[in-house]
């Protein structure tokens, strides 16, 4: 089992930065592995917001790119997620997943964090 552990999350004004980590213990993380972030704003459903697989490729929502960064430190077993321009529409939970599949498949993640609070006030 993979257990998934977020950080990093808080209130911030927008146009501010926050950096958001996920640490993963019990079985470690390996090639094949896919670590990710999606969100679930009030009364929405839970949305993908980007994800790196163990080779460092990337995929991300558009509606994020260019102001989130993914990355990842395999030997860690960490994924972090820059999140900049924030904006009050990213004010959400995070979480943190990880999986073993296919990166462009974005509906099977089978680990989950908890999930911290990003708030974003105007």
């Known amino acids: 089992q993979v257990q998934l552990v977020e950080s990093g999350g808080g209130l911030v004004q927008a146009g501010g930065s926050l950096r958001l980590s996920c640490a993963a213990s019990g079985l470690p993380l390996s090639v094949g592995s896919v670590m990710g972030w999606f969100r679930q704003a009030p009364g929405k459903e839970r949305e993908f917001v980007a994800a790196?697989?163990?080779?460092?490729?990337?995929d991300y929502a558009d509606s994020v790119k260019g102001r989130f960064i993914i990355s990842r430190d395999n030997i860690k077993n960490t994924v972090s997620l820059q999140i900049d321009s924030l904006k009050p529409e990213d004010t959400a939970v995070y979480y943190c997943t990880a999986k073993y599949s296919s990166i462009t498949r974005r509906d099977d993640y089978k680990y989950w964090g908890q999930g911290t609070q990003v708030t974003v006030s105007s």
């Open positions: 790196i697989n163990w080779g460092g490729n990337r």
